[in-house]
């Protein structure tokens, strides 16, 4: 039988409404490191060239918040974002592929403090860097029952 961790990322990644409809894929979900990857298209694009900065703002509060959803399903929590912050360093162009790596800062009981960064991944160009702050909740109050989890 999956772990619950196992069995909480498979149900977020068919859950994710935002994620499947912005094309995130998540390549990585381990302790040291989460890896969401992220292809620009047309339907992300602010100008003619240029990825409107809420798609960035939104993939990072992804990035930020699977590694804290790493950290809070040790314990069967799930996270919110309590906030986070964001720098955009350089363009994201249509046709880019980015690769966005969180990691945590620091996991306490409720709160959980994590950083990131997006990448370019053709140059490795570092796109824009962000750190948050989640609050972790039983995941019963999210409106899952142990069946839902088949646990």
Same mark, same amino acid.
């Given at each position: 039988?999956?772990?619950?961790? $196992?069995? @909480?990322?498979?149900?977020?990644?068919?859950?994710?409404?935002?994620?499947?409809?912005?094309?995130?894929?998540?390549?990585?979900? $381990?302790?040291?490191?989460?890896?969401?990857?992220?292809?620009?298209?047309?339907?992300?694009?602010?100008?003619?060239?240029?990825?409107?900065?809420?798609?960035?703002?939104?993939?990072?509060?992804?990035?930020?918040?699977?590694?804290?959803?790493? %950290?809070?399903?040790?314990? %069967?929590?799930?996270?919110?974002?309590?906030?986070?912050?964001?720098?955009? @360093?350089?363009?994201?162009?249509?046709?880019?592929? @980015?690769?966005?790596?969180?990691?945590?800062?620091?996991?306490?009981?409720?709160?959980?403090?994590?950083?990131?960064?997006?990448?370019? $991944?053709?140059?490795?160009?570092?796109? %824009?860097? +962000?750190?948050?702050?989640?609050?972790?909740?039983?995941?019963?109050?999210? +409106?899952?029952?142990?069946?839902?989890?088949?646990?």
């Amino acid at each position: 039988m999956l772990n619950f961790r $196992e069995l @909480l990322i498979k149900i977020y990644q068919q859950t994710n409404e935002f994620g499947k409809l912005h094309g995130m894929e998540l390549q990585k979900f $381990e302790a040291d490191e989460i890896v969401y990857k992220l292809e620009v298209k047309k339907e992300h694009l602010a100008t003619p060239t240029t990825a409107h900065g809420g798609l960035v703002a939104g993939y990072m509060d992804g990035v930020l918040g699977l590694a804290a959803l790493y %950290a809070s399903s040790e314990n %069967a929590c799930l996270v919110s974002t309590v906030e986070f912050k964001i720098n955009y @360093l350089k363009p994201v162009r249509l046709g880019d592929i @980015l690769i966005g790596k969180g990691t945590i800062i620091s996991n306490g009981k409720r709160i959980i403090i994590t950083q990131g960064e997006i990448f370019k $991944e053709s140059t490795n160009e570092k796109v %824009a860097i +962000g750190t948050g702050t989640f609050n972790a909740y039983p995941y019963e109050k999210s +409106g899952m029952t142990r069946d839902y989890f088949g646990i």
